[in-house]
């Protein structure tokens, strides 16, 4: 790739982002919005709570807030720390589910909607590889949507974090030692971080399957790849109940079904088989990089790579040959 | 891209500066849509500085040849525009070739300011300068989006971006379809005075043959997958001729294989090809057909 190309690429992933800002960008922020309001609401009603019962401070088991926190223990301390990851953890899960969502409806839409509206005749009009549009998709849905949501989830983070100080300061309680004196959350945060490039190889054959029926149909695109599988494995059940030769019922829908369609889950690749030694959490709601990496010394990440890659192979050759007469 | 297409579309662009040099040679053009023959062993040249009006009625091949210019369709035969072939190096022909099919293209969620932007960033060929005073004497905003305009703004905006790209070769498929005359005519004013020179070339379809007859330097009529008629504006009146002849002298007109006949008042408008000029002025008074009465005549029978 020359300077040239990469500045186009550049471009074209820029395009992603403008078409698709309201998912990639306002879901994951109105998201992380929510838990930050709701978060708001509870401390007001407390609050209010409070004056009504006309109380000077918040008890806890009969002791104010203050002199409960401001006497609080190491391990008093720790739990309110695990409090502080967890916080974050819901922030990353909330922004995972919203970012499954997107992604999912983003990849349908991807190689379809031009061509639904015929704008694909404006971009095709333009010196533009098929090869660099399609793979402009691809990275602006593992990627770009990841980074910007792993952005927004420290966003919300700190801006509860901002907010818990402001009404511990109000409680006479100093915040430094609670709320900012802690690095572990933002560990968990570089734990989420680490996981988006492990999110994205694992999500190709998801992302292949997807583009490849944006790319070749000529309408309903999801319908054809929810369709498809489904219709696939209930041969597959029927075949086994005449007796013959099929792939087994976990395999099909764990390995094959499952990964076609839900590995843009981030997270998804993570095993909670207590059987299963691949995966170690390292201590309470992190992933240990460890095990990130040995994520990818297995045999179902890296065939569902190529699996993934073939099938966006086939989305560029739809996408350049596809002839909409 | 590879380094073999940047070679090639520079090599192209040394063989297809000079005016008059072959923009677009096709041979034994052919393309089936299964059992439906869209183009049917046709040939044809296009050469730069010319204004190529293609037309033909519904279902001739028009848009398919074009799509097969574009490199949008797979074809059999030989087929080379601007010394490439656009199957295969479709992104370094993009480079000196444009083209509005349709009107109304345009993404609905793009503004003026991003399209402009984006074609900024990846056409070499793009004169970011001249895009925005053509905007200028639009009432475009900046962040107008493609879905709060008219149609004939949309267009508005596709022609002045398309105007500030230095192509060779601009191709226009019905590009004001459903317009009103205002916009048509700006249209089509707009491309001759502020784009079109002797080393550009524009091959345009549509189905008001009218609008465009004057501006055309040539012309093509296909039917049935195969051009049929292809000749420059000039030779037009040389070879084609329109006679109004009196009820008596119709019997002396139909011995000369009139093209068409048609009544008009009381008095028989025939068409002739190749018929010599003094033969013609004695059967009665001689004119140039209009573009639309020779399509007329050279389609008859198409839908029948």
């Given at each position: 790739m020359n300077a040239h190309s990469m500045t186009t690429f550049g471009w074209l992933v820029k395009r992603e982002y403008w078409e698709a800002r309201r998912g990639f960008l306002w879901a994951p922020f109105w998201a992380a919005a929510a838990i930050i309001i709701i978060t708001i609401l509870g401390i007001v009603a407390g609050e209010v709570m409070k004056a009504r019962m006309g109380m000077e401070h918040i008890y806890m088991g009969g002791v104010s807030l203050s002199q409960m926190l401001n006497q609080a223990s190491s391990d008093d301390i720790s739990q309110f720390v695990k409090g502080l990851d967890a916080t974050m953890l819901l922030f990353g899960s909330i922004a995972a589910v919203v970012l499954s969502f997107v992604i999912f409806f983003y990849l349908l839409g991807a190689l379809y909607d031009d061509r639904r509206d015929r704008s694909i005749l404006f971009w095709k009009?333009?010196?533009?590889?098929d090869t660099g549009t399609v793979l402009s998709k691809v990275f602006a849905a593992i990627v770009l949507a990841p980074l910007i949501a792993v952005g927004i989830v420290l966003a919300g983070y700190l801006a509860t974090q901002v907010i818990v100080s402001l009404w511990l300061l109000a409680h006479g309680?100093?915040?430094?030692?609670?709320?900012?004196?802690?690095i572990e959350p933002f560990s968990v945060w570089l734990h989420l971080l680490a996981m988006v490039p492990v999110d994205a190889v694992w999500a190709l054959p998801s992302v292949g399957w997807l583009l490849l029926w944006s790319a070749a149909v000529r309408s309903k695109p999801f319908l054809w790849a929810i369709i498809v599988p489904i219709v696939a494995g209930v041969l597959n059940i029927w075949v086994g109940l005449l007796g013959l030769p099929h792939i087994g019922q976990d395999f099909y829908w764990g390995q094959v079904a499952g990964r076609l369609l839900?590995?843009?889950?981030?997270?998804?690749?993570?095993?909670?088989?207590?059987?299963?030694?691949?995966?170690?959490?390292?201590?309470?709601s992190r992933i240990s990089y460890a095990a990130m990496a040995q994520?990818?010394?297995?045999?179902q990440m890296w065939i569902g790579a190529a699996v993934g890659i073939a099938l966006i192979a086939a989305a560029i050759w739809f996408r350049r040959w596809r002839d909409e007469a | 891209m590879s380094a073999t297409s940047h070679a090639a579309a520079e090599h192209a662009e040394s063989e297809m500066?000079?005016?008059?040099?072959?923009v677009i040679h096709a041979a034994g053009l052919s393309k089936r849509y299964g059992k439906t023959v869209?183009?049917?062993n046709t040939r044809f040249d296009v050469h730069a500085g010319r204004i190529v009006g293609l037309i033909g009625p519904n279902g001739a091949g028009k848009t398919t040849a074009l799509k097969a210019i574009l490199g949008l369709t797979d074809f059999e035969g030989e087929l080379s525009v601007l010394g490439l072939d656009p199957r295969k190096e479709r992104p370094a022909l993009m480079q000196q070739v444009c083209f509005i099919a349709?009107?109304?293209?345009?993404?609905?969620?793009?503004t003026v300011s991003q399209a402009v932007d984006f074609v900024a960033g990846i056409?070499?060929?793009?004169?970011r300068g001249k895009c925005g005073r053509f905007l200028k004497?639009?009432?475009?905003?900046?962040?107008?989006r493609v879905r709060e305009m008219s149609k004939g703004m949309i267009v508005q905006l596709h022609l002045a971006i398309v105007m500030a790209i230095d192509a060779r070769l601009l191709v226009l498929d019905e590009?004001?379809?459903?317009?009103d005359i205002l916009y048509r005519k700006q249209f089509y004013q707009s491309l001759l005075e502020d784009y079109f020179d002797e080393n550009k070339t524009i091959l345009v379809t549509t189905h008001q043959v009218e609008e465009i007859e004057h501006i055309l330097t040539d012309l093509m009529f296909i039917r049935d997958g195969k051009i049929v008629l292809d000749t420059p504006m000039d030779a037009l009146g040389e070879r084609f001729a329109e006679v109004l002849v009196n009820a008596d002298r119709t019997e002396a007109a139909r011995a000369l294989h009139p093209l068409d006949e048609r009544q008009v008042f009381g008095k028989s408008i025939f068409l002739f090809d190749g018929v010599a000029p003094a033969q013609l002025a004695q059967l009665g008074e001689v004119r140039r057909p209009s573009v639309a009465d020779l399509f007329v005549a050279t389609m008859k029978g198409t839908y029948a």
């Amino acid at each position: 790739m020359n300077a040239h190309s990469m500045t186009t690429f550049g471009w074209l992933v820029k395009r992603e982002y403008w078409e698709a800002r309201r998912g990639f960008l306002w879901a994951p922020f109105w998201a992380a919005a929510a838990i930050i309001i709701i978060t708001i609401l509870g401390i007001v009603a407390g609050e209010v709570m409070k004056a009504r019962m006309g109380m000077e401070h918040i008890y806890m088991g009969g002791v104010s807030l203050s002199q409960m926190l401001n006497q609080a223990s190491s391990d008093d301390i720790s739990q309110f720390v695990k409090g502080l990851d967890a916080t974050m953890l819901l922030f990353g899960s909330i922004a995972a589910v919203v970012l499954s969502f997107v992604i999912f409806f983003y990849l349908l839409g991807a190689l379809y909607d031009d061509r639904r509206d015929r704008s694909i005749l404006f971009w095709k009009s333009l010196p533009l590889s098929d090869t660099g549009t399609v793979l402009s998709k691809v990275f602006a849905a593992i990627v770009l949507a990841p980074l910007i949501a792993v952005g927004i989830v420290l966003a919300g983070y700190l801006a509860t974090q901002v907010i818990v100080s402001l009404w511990l300061l109000a409680h006479g309680v100093n915040p430094l030692r609670f709320v900012w004196g802690h690095i572990e959350p933002f560990s968990v945060w570089l734990h989420l971080l680490a996981m988006v490039p492990v999110d994205a190889v694992w999500a190709l054959p998801s992302v292949g399957w997807l583009l490849l029926w944006s790319a070749a149909v000529r309408s309903k695109p999801f319908l054809w790849a929810i369709i498809v599988p489904i219709v696939a494995g209930v041969l597959n059940i029927w075949v086994g109940l005449l007796g013959l030769p099929h792939i087994g019922q976990d395999f099909y829908w764990g390995q094959v079904a499952g990964r076609l369609l839900l590995s843009i889950v981030p997270g998804s690749w993570i095993n909670l088989d207590g059987a299963s030694h691949a995966i170690h959490f390292g201590e309470f709601s992190r992933i240990s990089y460890a095990a990130m990496a040995q994520q990818f010394a297995t045999p179902q990440m890296w065939i569902g790579a190529a699996v993934g890659i073939a099938l966006i192979a086939a989305a560029i050759w739809f996408r350049r040959w596809r002839d909409e007469a | 891209m590879s380094a073999t297409s940047h070679a090639a579309a520079e090599h192209a662009e040394s063989e297809m500066g000079a005016p008059g040099a072959t923009v677009i040679h096709a041979a034994g053009l052919s393309k089936r849509y299964g059992k439906t023959v869209a183009l049917d062993n046709t040939r044809f040249d296009v050469h730069a500085g010319r204004i190529v009006g293609l037309i033909g009625p519904n279902g001739a091949g028009k848009t398919t040849a074009l799509k097969a210019i574009l490199g949008l369709t797979d074809f059999e035969g030989e087929l080379s525009v601007l010394g490439l072939d656009p199957r295969k190096e479709r992104p370094a022909l993009m480079q000196q070739v444009c083209f509005i099919a349709d009107v109304a293209t345009l993404p609905r969620w793009i503004t003026v300011s991003q399209a402009v932007d984006f074609v900024a960033g990846i056409h070499p060929r793009f004169d970011r300068g001249k895009c925005g005073r053509f905007l200028k004497r639009t009432k475009l905003q900046p962040n107008q989006r493609v879905r709060e305009m008219s149609k004939g703004m949309i267009v508005q905006l596709h022609l002045a971006i398309v105007m500030a790209i230095d192509a060779r070769l601009l191709v226009l498929d019905e590009p004001t379809l459903g317009l009103d005359i205002l916009y048509r005519k700006q249209f089509y004013q707009s491309l001759l005075e502020d784009y079109f020179d002797e080393n550009k070339t524009i091959l345009v379809t549509t189905h008001q043959v009218e609008e465009i007859e004057h501006i055309l330097t040539d012309l093509m009529f296909i039917r049935d997958g195969k051009i049929v008629l292809d000749t420059p504006m000039d030779a037009l009146g040389e070879r084609f001729a329109e006679v109004l002849v009196n009820a008596d002298r119709t019997e002396a007109a139909r011995a000369l294989h009139p093209l068409d006949e048609r009544q008009v008042f009381g008095k028989s408008i025939f068409l002739f090809d190749g018929v010599a000029p003094a033969q013609l002025a004695q059967l009665g008074e001689v004119r140039r057909p209009s573009v639309a009465d020779l399509f007329v005549a050279t389609m008859k029978g198409t839908y029948a």
